[in-house]
């Protein structure tokens, strides 16, 4: 793995937000590197920072409420992205680093069909005419697994069944053949066994195009399923950083210890274990806490 | 779609007979008869010439009658004679809605092309001053009576600087030209834009503001689409849809014309005749202006049905 190229190198990421009571930071001076096609998941309970980083890497926070602290850096193929003007970054989403969302029914435009919104991105970044961008279109559903392409990219988002809409999405993230794809969540709001065909058709198109994946779950069953190397935030610090099988093997971080013991068992009848407390508001937190003990 | 218009016109034509029946019964209830505006006290007409005009005019008969009397000459297209002209009730609405609907229309088109683009802009720059600003002219058009405001600009437009004629349609005795009905129209035309742009800037800013929250706003955003893209692809398609309904409950108004706004600027249109024809209880203009409004309205919100579903297609589909 580190004799493949790095794609995503993250430092000293730190994102703040401006609020009511104050400047609050919601992500504590993160660090990791990504390789081409290398799945990196980041896991931890809700609130933890997971999708802020990763909204922070797209640059889609809304400035006017948040910060992404100067001294950050995140470097995509070399190009720093945090110092990318609204505009400059807009070539890039979509294009080179592209984002799958958890809720599949509200991630896609209602009033408009599936194929206007598959073209955009092949029309925007790669400059394609609409036709040729059809055309592109459609193949990307088939290799999506969606049956019909030429017949559901004519149809709207809410005559596809949720599996098939967040086929969709991941379809139009991967149409530009980016060099990260992240993941938030995106087999939440899906069934068991569409979320295994998921994963499955992930893990597939990512060794296919050499796409490097950030794959933010709580769910520690897709983690192995899916993951190279796992990092654990807690708090917006990241608490454990190590590959899938030391983590789970062996977990150092008390916090890890008790993520990871929250998995119930199936032919254990004791009572669930719970991680005690509830993850600090962001107030309460104090500079520079990280979890330990 | 088509089951879909069929169903919606049907469900219109029940209406429209719902509404012809309910406005009779109304009309016939308001106090006083034609009989006392036709016949004057001390006119020195016999008791029995009185029953004579009250035979002729029908309205000896029990009310039903009268009703499907009137329903049946309507639906030949024969709407009466006016009770208090003496004109076919028919040429007296043809007369008076053209000068309402090029002002109601001409205003509301001018009130959307200003609320939309300004509501948009408030809604994307919320809390910033362009919102504030925006919020104010709302306040202020919508909290001003109609009646207030075109006095105002009659005050300041045609007595102290005399740059616009204060009532009618064109300068008395002349032919009428474009300019003159241009200028005629500027201030009736200014007091209804006004009225309108309130209600309509609030609705698009809020509408802008909570669709620019979605999910597939941040996807677009995700998908690396130029800001304008996001706002004019995106959001406006999703935001307009309240601002569709509200210009579609204008609809009868459009039609109605403005009774005040009319009254004040003496503009010859449906509102000046529908007040003189209740004030006279002119029975036969009173239902054709009410047949009038109601077949536009209910015609409109068929349209406005299959406005949504271009709109928003999961709409209709099912019913």
Redesign the interface.
């Known amino acids: 793995m580190s004799e493949k190229q790095t794609v995503l190198e993250v430092k000293n990421l730190t994102v703040s937000f401006y609020t009511k009571a104050g400047k609050l930071t919601a992500v504590n001076g993160i660090n990791f590197d990504l390789h081409a096609g290398e799945t990196l998941a980041i896991v931890g309970e809700s609130g933890c920072g997971k999708s802020v980083t990763s909204m922070a890497i797209m640059r889609l926070l809304d400035e006017k409420t948040s910060e992404i602290a100067p001294t950050s850096s995140v470097k995509l193929k070399g190009e720093e992205l945090t110092k990318l003007s609204n505009k400059e970054m807009s070539k890039i989403r979509g294009n080179a680093i592209s984002m799958v969302f958890q809720d599949s029914l509200t991630s896609l435009n209602p009033t408009l069909t599936i194929m206007s919104q598959m073209v955009e991105p092949f029309m925007r970044h790669q400059g394609m005419k609409r036709k040729e961008a059809e055309k592109q279109a459609v193949e990307m559903l088939r290799k999506v697994g969606i049956p019909n392409p030429e017949v559901r990219a004519k149809q709207y988002p809410h005559e596809l069944s949720g599996g098939m809409r967040q086929r969709v999405i991941i379809a139009m993230a991967l149409s530009c053949k980016p060099a990260v794809l992240i993941c938030d969540e995106p087999t939440t709001a899906l069934d068991v066994t569409i979320q295994a065909q998921v994963l499955r058709m992930v893990n597939d198109l990512k060794k296919d195009l050499d796409t490097a994946v950030i794959f933010i779950t709580h769910d520690m069953g897709v983690v192995a399923e899916m993951a190279d190397r796992v990092m654990v935030m807690y708090g917006g610090n990241s608490v454990e950083k190590g590959s899938c099988y030391d983590l789970f093997t062996n977990p150092l971080h008390p916090y890890t210890k008790g993520l990871l013991a929250s998995i119930p068992k199936i032919n254990d009848n004791s009572r669930l274990f719970t991680i005690k407390g509830t993850v600090p508001s962001l107030k309460d937190m104090l500079c520079g806490a990280d979890g330990q003990e | 779609m088509g089951r879909y218009i069929v169903k919606r016109l049907l469900t219109a034509i029940v209406a429209f007979f719902g509404i012809t029946i309910i406005t009779y019964i109304l009309a016939s209830l308001m106090p006083g008869t034609p009989l006392d505006m036709l016949v004057q006290p001390g006119s020195g007409l016999s008791a029995e010439e009185i029953a004579e005009i009250e035979h002729r005019m029908g309205l000896d008969q029990p009310l039903i009658v009268q009703y499907f009397y009137w329903l049946g000459n309507m639906l030949q297209g024969n709407f009466g004679t006016s009770y208090s002209q003496y004109r076919p009730v028919w040429d007296l609405l043809m007369d008076r809605i053209g000068p309402t609907l090029l002002l109601s229309i001409s205003s509301l088109v001018i009130a959307l092309l200003i609320a939309v683009p300004l509501g948009t802009i408030a809604g994307y720059k919320a809390y910033s001053g362009w919102d504030y600003g925006s919020t104010i002219i709302a306040f202020i058009g919508r909290g001003a009576p109609t009646f207030f405001v075109a006095l105002l600009l009659i005050y300041v437009f045609s007595i102290q600087l005399g740059w616009l004629p204060a009532s009618g349609m064109y300068d008395a005795g002349s032919t009428g030209s474009f300019t003159q009905l241009v200028a005629h129209m500027a201030l009736p035309c200014a007091t209804m834009v006004l009225a309108n742009i309130g209600v309509f800037t609030r609705q698009m800013r809020n509408s802008a503001v909570e669709c620019l929250s979605?999910?597939?706003i941040?996807?677009?955003?995700?998908?690396?689409?130029?800001?304008k893209?996001v706002l004019f692809?995106?959001m406006l398609?999703?935001a307009l849809q309240p601002v569709v309904t509200s210009a579609g409950l204008a609809l009868p108004s459009l039609v109605g014309g403005s009774i005040v706004i009319e009254q004040i600027f003496a503009w010859p249109g449906m509102g000046t005749l529908m007040l003189r024809s209740i004030q006279g209880r002119d029975y036969p203009t009173i239902m054709g202006i009410t047949v009038l409004i109601s077949v536009v309205v209910l015609v409109g919100n068929v349209l406005l049905d299959i406005l949504y579903r271009l709109?928003?297609?999961?709409i209709g589909d099912k019913a």
Request: glycine fraction near 4%; aromatic fraction near 4%.
């Open positions: 979605e999910d597939y941040r996807t677009a955003r995700a998908k690396g689409m130029s800001e893209t692809k995106h398609r999703n709109l928003d297609p999961r």
